[in-house]
T-cell receptor, first 110, second 113 residues
C-alpha cells in the first residue's frame, strides 16, 4: 500500500466507546494529517502534525484526539464526545508539496 | 484562510465525451494546484498538478489549466472512458512552511458506456 498504512480497514464501535485508528508511514515525511470524509462534504481536516511531539487542530477537531510520539506514527482517537463518528477516515503524510494518502478506515457506530 | 470552490458537484457524460471540472481559489499566495482521483472506497491519488508559473499542463487525456489573474483552474478529461468514473478533488497549496492543502468538495464524474 505504498508507504502509508491505515488499520483497520473497517471498524465498528458501540456508542459511548472510544476507538483508536492507526496510521503508520515509512516515507520519512515530517507532516501527517487526519481527514474525515462524508458524502458530499469533501475532505475535512481533523488534526495535523508537522513535527514529532507537536500537533494542531484542524477544522473539525472536536471529539477527536491525536498523538505524535514518533515520526512514523500518528494515531487518531475518536472519543465518545464525537456525536456523529460514522465516516470514512483518511490519513495522509507529506514532504513539501508531495502528499500521500492512506487507504482509509471506515468507522461505523452500532 | 484559503477557500476553494469546486463545480459541478456531479457530472454525467457519455463515453467518448469531454469532461471539465472547475475550481476557484481565494488566496493569491497559493502556488501549487493538484488534482486527485478517488475511486469508490479507495484512497485519493494524484493524477496531475500545476504550479503557478505554468498556464497549462497535459498528460495524455488529462490536462489542467490555470488562470492566476482570475484565480481559477480547471481539469479537462478528453475521450472519457467508464474507468474515469470517480470523485475528483482539486486543491490549492501555499508553500513557504505549512504546505497544508485546502480541498474542494469534490466532483462525482459518471461516464456512461
Amino acid at each position: 500500500d505504498g508507504g502509508i498504512t491505515q488499520s483497520p480497514k473497517y471498524l465498528f464501535r458501540k456508542e459511548g466507546q472510544n476507538v483508536t485508528l492507526s496510521c503508520e508511514q515509512n516515507l520519512n515525511h515530517d507532516a501527517m494529517y487526519w481527514y474525515r470524509q462524508d458524502p458530499g462534504q469533501g475532505l475535512r481536516l481533523i488534526y495535523y502534525s508537522q513535527i514529532v511531539n507537536d500537533f494542531q487542530k484542524g477544522d473539525i477537531a472536536e471529539g477527536y484526539s491525536v498523538s505524535r510520539e514518533k515520526k512514523e506514527s500518528f494515531p487518531l482517537t475518536v472519543t465518545s464526545a464525537q456525536k456523529n463518528p460514522t465516516a470514512f477516515y483518511l490519513c495522509a503524510s507529506s514532504y513539501s508539496y508531495g502528499y500521500t494518502f492512506g487507504s482509509g478506515t471506515r468507522l461505523t457506530v452500532v | 484562510g484559503e477557500n476553494v470552490e469546486q463545480h459541478p458537484s456531479t457530472l454525467s457524460v457519455q463515453e467518448g465525451d469531454s469532461a471539465v471540472i472547475k475550481c476557484t481559489y481565494s488566496d493569491s499566495a497559493s502556488n501549487y494546484f493538484p488534482w486527485y482521483k478517488q475511486e469508490l472506497g479507495k484512497r485519493p491519488q494524484l493524477i496531475i498538478d500545476i504550479r503557478s508559473n505554468v498556464g497549462e499542463k497535459k498528460d495524455q487525456r488529462i490536462a489542467v489549466t490555470l488562470n492566476k489573474t482570475a484565480k481559477h483552474f480547471s481539469l479537462h478529461i478528453t475521450e472519457t472512458q467508464p474507468e474515469d468514473s470517480a470523485v475528483y478533488f482539486c486543491a490549492a497549496i501555499k508553500g513557504g512552511g505549512s504546505y497544508i492543502p485546502t480541498f474542494g468538495r469534490g466532483t462525482s464524474l459518471i461516464v456512461h458506456p
